[in-house]
């Protein structure tokens, strides 16, 4: 029974990720929103901090597969890969990022980051202790 809810709660995890990657493609293509992640300083992100959006988006994809290798909801063969480590990383990244996302001077990433985060975080976590 625990197998399922492991499951279900790396495939949450990774449609969280996708689709908080795809908020970070929109960043890097300029859109508007950067009120709402890395402190809200830029309404549009400068170059720089888009080419930084681009490869966070590559990091959830991955993070998002790493999840579902994890729990066995994909295989892709190469059984060698240290998922529980890597899961373990993660997990502890994202509660030191929801905790960021809490304090941040951006109200806007205070209001819809923090509780992102703090969802995934807890998601990753239980995935992490099963």
Not at 41 to 60: E, F, T
Not at 91 to 110: D, V
Request: proline share 3%; glycine share 6%.
């Amino acid at each position: 029974m625990e197998a399922d809810w492991v499951y279900v709660a790396s495939i949450s995890v990774a449609v969280i990720f996708l689709f908080v990657a795809a908020f970070q493609v929109l960043l890097s293509l300029g859109y508007p929103l950067g009120e709402a992640a890395m402190g809200g300083y830029y309404k549009v992100l400068p170059k720089r901090l888009r080419l930084v959006s681009a490869g966070n988006a590559i990091i959830l994809l991955f993070m998002g597969f790493l999840f579902l290798q994890h729990a066995n909801v994909i295989s892709v063969g190469f059984t060698f890969f240290p998922t529980h480590i890597l899961v373990w990383v993660f997990t502890i990244f994202l509660g030191i990022n929801t905790i960021a996302n809490l304090l941040s001077k951006s109200e806007k990433e205070r209001y819809m980051m923090t509780p992102l985060s703090s969802i995934a975080f807890i998601l990753c976590f239980f995935v992490a202790i099963s």
